[in-house]
C-alpha cells in the first residue's frame, strides 16, 4: 500500500454523509419535539436521528445490488463520525469520547434490532413499544397515541425507501415522507 492510499476516500464516503444528511434533516421536524411531547435533548434526537438511520440502513442492507451492504456501512459511519464531532464540539475530553460513542452505538444497534424485527412483521404495535421504550424512557409518562404515530410515521418511512431506486440513494438522495399529522396541520 503506498502512501497516496492513506489519504483516498473510502468508497460510498461522500454518498454515506449525503443519505446521512437527509436522515438528519427528516429528525429536525418540529412535530418529533411538538406535538409526539420527544425530549428536545440530546438523547430525545439522538434516538429521532437514530430512528431515520436505522430505516435507511436497513433500506440499504435490503438491496440487491451488492453495493447496498457498502452503502449502509458508509452512513453508519458518517452518523458516528458526525456524534464523534459533536461530542467534541460540546467539550467532551478526548479520554472520554470513545467510550461515549461506544454506547451510543450498543444503544444505537439495539435498537435497530427492535425496530427491524418490529417492521419486518409488519407488527405497529411492537414498533411502537419498541419507540416508547427507547425514545421517551426519561420521561414519566408517555402518551400512547404518540408511540403509535411515531410508529406509524416509520413504517411509511420505510415503505418509501423501499420504493425508491437504488441508482436514486447511490446519488445520495433519500426522500422520507413528513410526517402525517404534521402535513394536516399545515
Known amino acids: 500500500m503506498g502512501l497516496l492510499a ?44 437514530g430512528l431515520h438511520v436505522a430505516l435507511l440502513i436497513r433500506r440499504l442492507r435490503t438491496d440487491p445490488d451488492k453495493r447496498g451492504a457498502a452503502l449502509a456501512q458508509a452512513v453508519f459511519d458518517a452518523m458516528f463520525a458526525d456524534m464523534d464531532i459533536n461530542l467534541r464540539e460540546m467539550g467532551a475530553g478526548d479520554m472520554s469520547i470513545g467510550k461515549r460513542v461506544k454506547r451510543m452505538w450498543e444503544a444505537f444497534h439495539g435498537r435497530c434490532l427492535a425496530y427491524e424485527a418490529a417492521l419486518d412483521a409488519g407488527d405497529e404495535a411492537a414498533l411502537a413499544a419498541a419507540l ?26 420505510a415503505e418509501a425507501l423501499a420504493a425508491l431506486p437504488f441508482a436514486t440513494l447511490l446519488r445520495g438522495e433519500a426522500a422520507f415522507p413528513a410526517p402525517l399529522e404534521a402535513a394536516d396541520a399545515a
Open 6 to 49: 492513506l489519504f483516498r476516500r473510502k468508497p460510498h464516503e461522500r454518498t454515506g454523509f449525503e443519505l446521512y444528511g437527509a436522515a438528519v434533516a427528516a429528525a429536525r421536524d418540529p412535530w418529533f419535539f411538538g406535538s409526539l411531547g420527544i425530549p428536545d435533548t440530546l438523547d430525545g434526537r439522538f434516538d429521532v436521528v
Open 132 to 157: 416508547e421504550r427507547n425514545v421517551w424512557r426519561e420521561a414519566a409518562e408517555v402518551p400512547r397515541e404518540a408511540a403509535h404515530s411515531l410508529a406509524r410515521h416509520a413504517m411509511r418511512g
